[in-house]
């Protein structure tokens, strides 16, 4: 296993894996499946050309470097290889220690990232206007977390399944970065926060009240469905920032949330950890390619009332989360 020097745009200056080959090096880390991370200089199609060079230092963090995207997408891609492994024993994606790849410089002023089940691989666009290329540590996160999703649950990308498929990306997004505790990107409870998507500085989403982007929903209703799934996903989002930290305002390595509960009742926080414990086990144990909200939240009781006891103040907080997300009994 060798370590090189990556200089990224949103994350400073981090310790890559990389492979030595002859007087050279390439962005293929070996201590992890060999994830690798390629270059598609603005193709839209292909593998794309592993990154390699003679001094094993990547990007200068800046965009403009070529190489910079490549530091964040590996990068990224290590912190939510390390973060499933060490905290929840899942080694890859599949399970079998074997690592994915990653493609960078996805076509031209594209403002998107994307996993695709097909090549085992994610792909990143250098953002479009005011958007920066996708390549944060908790969009990484989120879109190999479709992968995990995919060869799990495989809830199906549509309905209420495909919200859900959605929330379990941003779950364990926000979970990596937490976990990541990089000081240039701090947890949050915010998908996407350095992209500036839209240019004024705002997240792609939010987890505490989804609402707040103006389409995701605080709260499930009937319908809920009929929805695109990046908002349907409101619902299972806000129940892991009520199960996380508990429902009211609060202020968190400096940014502040506002979780009102759809019952107006409170939510007692149980973790972070545990809750993000409970939804892995749920996701991997418990649902099915159809779950929709109701039968997510018997699963996810289900799930922490044989870790922790059907008396548990766990089970206590996953059900009062989904009930201040008007999941009920
Ligand atoms: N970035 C989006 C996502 O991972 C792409 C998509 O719409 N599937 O959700
Ligand atoms: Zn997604």
């Known amino acids: 296993v060798h370590n090189g020097t990556g200089n990224t745009q949103y994350s400073g200056q981090v310790?890559?894996?990389?492979?030595?080959?002859?007087?050279?090096?390439?962005?293929?880390?070996?201590?992890?499946?060999?994830?690798?991370?390629?270059?598609?200089?603005?193709?839209?199609?292909?593998?794309?050309?592993?990154f390699s060079g003679t001094d094993d230092v990547w990007g200068n963090g800046q965009p403009a470097n070529t190489e910079t995207a490549g530091a964040d997408a590996a990068y990224g891609a290590g912190a939510t290889w390390d973060y499933f492994k060490n905290v929840l024993g899942r080694n890859g994606i599949r399970n079998d220690g074997v690592g994915a790849y990653s493609r960078v410089h996805y076509g031209n002023n594209y403002s998107n990232a994307f996993w695709?089940?097909?090549?085992?691989?994610?792909?990143?666009?250098?953002?479009?206007?005011?958007?920066?290329?996708?390549?944060?540590?908790?969009?990484?996160?989120?879109?190999?977390?479709?992968?995990?999703?995919?060869?799990?649950?495989?809830?199906?990308?549509?309905?209420?399944?495909?919200?859900?498929?959605?929330?379990?990306?941003?779950?364990?997004?926000?979970?990596?970065?937490?976990?990541?505790?990089?000081?240039?990107?701090?947890?949050?409870?915010?998908?996407?926060?350095?992209?500036?998507?839209?240019?004024?500085?705002?997240?792609?989403?939010?987890?505490d009240k989804p609402s707040r982007d103006g389409s995701s929903k605080d709260a499930w209703y009937s319908g809920i469905g009929g929805i695109d799934v990046h908002y349907s996903s409101g619902p299972a989002n806000h129940w892991f920032y009520l199960a996380s930290e508990g429902s009211g305002a609060k202020t968190l390595n400096g940014v502040s949330y506002d979780s009102p509960t759809s019952d107006g009742l409170p939510v007692t926080a149980i973790g972070r950890e545990k809750a993000a414990l409970i939804w892995y086990k749920a996701l991997t144990t418990k649902f099915t390619s159809t779950t929709n909200y109701a039968a997510a939240r018997t699963g996810?009781?289900?799930?922490?009332?044989?870790?922790?006891?059907?008396?548990?103040?766990?089970?206590?907080?996953?059900?009062?989360?989904?009930?201040?997300?008007n999941v009920g009994a």
């Open 116 to 207: 695709t089940d097909s090549c085992f691989c994610m792909t990143y666009g250098d953002g479009a206007g005011n958007a920066k290329p996708l390549t944060s540590i908790d969009v990484a996160a989120h879109e190999m977390t479709h992968g995990i999703t995919s060869v799990t649950a495989g809830l199906v990308y549509s309905g209420e399944s495909g919200g859900l498929n959605e929330a379990t990306s941003d779950i364990f997004a926000a979970a990596v970065e937490f976990h990541a505790n990089n000081a240039q990107d701090l947890g949050d409870y915010l998908v996407g926060e350095k992209i500036d998507i839209r240019g004024n500085g705002t997240p792609l989403r939010y987890m």
């Open 300 to 325: 996810t009781i289900a799930v922490a009332t044989e870790l922790y006891g059907a008396n548990s103040a766990e089970v206590a907080g996953v059900t009062n989360a989904w009930a201040g997300v």
């Open 15 to 50: 310790t890559l894996g990389s492979t030595q080959s002859g007087s050279s090096y390439n962005l293929t880390d070996a201590g992890r499946g060999n994830h690798r991370t390629n270059n598609l200089n603005r193709g839209t199609s292909g593998t794309g050309t592993l």
